[in-house]
């Protein structure tokens, strides 16, 4: 039963409207109200300390499968060199994964250091409040933003390389069909 049902069932005749009743109602749902973000931060903490901790078990896995199924995608591809090289920048990019963590880490500890220099971890929270809470969550996605966003600039780079390596290759067709032209008239 609610702290504000508690006080509203109570028959001693308290004013309900201005008095004590309604301020213990207002301390009850501003808890409440606490108690539900601390639970929201609860859970994103052990989201994240999940992922965390499975980051480099997933990179394993992925760069093992990755050498598993690579035979079958070069003979599939018919051993291209743009295949070869796509392969190779998608396992140097997930083994890149580690440094970037290790970045996150780095940013992790040096930062709250650098803000908050007079603080400890429990001091801080009731201290600095919103902001260190903040900066913990911006700084524990990082886990997940910065191998994506590796990621998502590899792929921008190689649709531009395709571009231009595609452009290229048809300059040199060109070229090859005059060259060719030219020693077939003899």
Request: a neutral charge; charged letters at 15%.
């Amino acid at each position: 039963m609610s702290v504000a049902k508690h006080l509203q069932g109570r028959g001693d005749g308290g004013d309900r409207r201005g008095g004590i009743d309604s301020g213990a109602a207002a301390t009850a749902a501003a808890s409440g109200t606490a108690l539900q973000v601390a639970n929201a931060f609860s859970g994103f903490y052990t989201t994240m300390f999940v992922i965390k901790t499975a980051t480099p078990m997933i990179q394993a896995v992925l760069l093992m499968m990755i050498y598993a199924l690579l035979l079958i995608y070069l003979v599939v591809s018919e051993y291209d060199v743009e295949a070869v090289i796509t392969a190779l920048f998608l396992i140097l990019a997930i083994r890149f994964f580690t440094p970037l963590w290790a970045l996150a880490d780095y940013l992790d500890s040096q930062l709250f250091v650098a803000m908050f220099p007079d603080a400890t971890f429990l001091g801080s929270i009731f201290t600095m409040g919103i902001e260190r809470l903040l900066l913990d969550m911006v700084l524990t996605t990082l886990y997940v933003v910065a191998p994506s966003l590796l990621l998502a600039m590899l792929a921008m780079a190689g649709q531009r390389i395709a571009k231009v390596g595609s452009a290229d290759m048809s300059k040199i067709d060109r070229v090859s069909d005059k060259v060719g032209g030219s020693g077939s008239k003899r």
